[in-house]
């Protein structure tokens, strides 16, 4: 079974810096879908950045981009510039390709940002 | 851009008590599903449905609970007998046919099971 691991329960970064959240997964598959999803304090879950397994080229989306390194099976997102409404928590998560895969969430990733 | 609607927001019920949560799926969307979060924890699978009929469902997902699609376009998820440790925040999700399309979330129910 696909398993997604985020080993840092909470991370702290200063407005305008950089930050860069970890995530493992595992999976025998070659092809499969990897996402950031970022949950503030509303609770509402929202698409931050997909990334296609087949394709070798990160995804990124303004301030967001990730390091996908396949081999490694390791899936990093980094936030550049980090705003106020960055502070949230942040959930990596893997889906398969078949058409009725669910999607699958590591623990998340509780995001401060320091003014 | 659409959204999957969800009501309540929040639901408070006793414990033993049945309760109905609805999710509008966005219009052409085909595939279904709910999760749960307890506060704090992470986002858990419990049931996919496809073509009126469950695809996959998770070991959460045992005989108290079900899922129906009455009129095409509400998706409900039953809890026939709740318990305290039902409590958390239920998220509808859907998407279309497409293998690459994205899942749109609602903004949850929150049960509340005292």
């Known amino acids: 079974a696909q398993t997604v691991t985020q080993s840092q329960p909470e991370m702290s970064v200063q407005e305008a810096e950089t930050v860069t959240l970890s995530c493992t997964y595992d999976?025998?598959?070659?092809?499969?879908?990897l996402f950031w999803y970022k949950q503030p304090p509303s609770r509402q879950m929202i698409l931050v950045i997909r990334?296609?397994?087949?394709?070798?080229q990160n995804a990124t989306e303004n301030r967001f981009s990730v390091n996908f390194q396949k081999a490694a099976k390791s899936f990093s997102l980094k936030i550049s510039d980090s705003q106020l409404g960055d502070a949230a928590m942040y959930f990596c998560a893997y889906r398969g390709v078949f058409r009725d895969d669910k999607i699958i969430f590591g623990k998340g990733t509780r995001l401060h940002i320091l003014p | 851009e659409p959204e999957v609607t969800q009501t309540p927001s929040h639901q408070v019920t006793q414990m033993g008590q049945e309760v109905i949560l609805r999710c509008v799926p966005i219009?052409?969307?085909?595939?279904f599903y709910w999760y749960r979060q307890i506060l704090g924890q992470k986002v858990e699978f419990l049931v996919s449905f496809y073509n009126n009929e469950i695809s996959e469902k998770s070991e959460i997902f045992d005989d108290q609970f079900s899922v129906e699609r009455p009129d095409g376009s509400n998706f409900t998820l039953k809890i026939r007998s709740t318990k305290l440790e039902d409590s958390a925040m239920y998220f509808c999700a859907s998407r279309e046919d497409r293998v690459d399309e994205k899942l749109f979330f609602g903004s949850g129910t929150q049960l509340s099971v005292l």
């Open positions: 999976t025998s598959e070659s092809d499969y879908y």
């Open positions: 219009s052409n969307h085909l595939y």
């Open positions: 990334q296609e397994a087949y394709k070798q």
